[in-house]
């Protein structure tokens, strides 16, 4: 499969595959991204995980801080606790939220609405959301360390 059909099924997979958390999976929320497909993301639970994003994910799309991803455990992760199943845009969340499974901590105040067409800037739905948030400030650097730096002694 050439690059560019890769991208393509991988794009049209995360925006129109409709899938509900399975019993070990859970909904999660991107924190910040750490550099090298490792992601920091809250779950329902309020605790902070390190997640990554699998390879079918890396280059061909990209989460910024406040997307909304199906995680499921690493048995044997130390660190890196969680992986990437799947990312949510607005039309899963709402398929989610109307099966009754969205967790409460993660309820939003108003209706997702489905988003469709052309943005102002001539972008279409496919990369909506999907571009990378690079601008960081000096706390998330303190905040995301490298994950070699914080080996347990």
């Given at each position: 499969m050439s690059k560019v059909t890769k991208k393509k099924f991988v794009?049209?997979?995360?925006?129109?595959?409709?899938?509900l958390p399975t019993e070990n999976q859970t909904v999660g929320m991107i924190v910040h991204g750490c550099g090298n497909n490792l992601h920091?993301?809250?779950?329902?639970?309020?605790?902070?995980?390190?997640?990554?994003?699998?390879?079918?994910?890396r280059v061909n799309?990209?989460?910024k801080r406040g997307n909304f991803v199906i995680l499921e455990p690493i048995?044997?992760?130390?660190k890196v606790r969680f992986e990437v199943v799947n990312i949510l845009y607005q039309e899963?969340?709402?398929?989610?939220?109307?099966?009754?499974m969205w967790?409460?901590?993660?309820?939003?105040?108003?209706?997702?609405k489905p988003k469709h067409g052309v943005d102002k800037s001539g972008?279409?739905?496919?990369?909506?959301?999907?571009?990378?948030d690079e601008s960081g400030s000096d706390d998330e650097e303190l905040l995301c360390k490298n994950v070699e730096e914080n080996k347990d002694a």
């Open positions: 794009h049209k997979e995360v925006l129109e595959q409709f899938v920091k993301a809250n779950l329902p639970s309020g605790e902070e995980v390190l997640v990554s994003m699998p390879k079918k994910f799309v990209y989460v048995l044997e992760g130390v899963q969340i709402q398929f989610i939220q109307d099966h009754g967790p409460e901590e993660f309820k939003l105040e108003e209706p997702v972008y279409s739905d496919v990369y909506a959301g999907i571009e990378s």
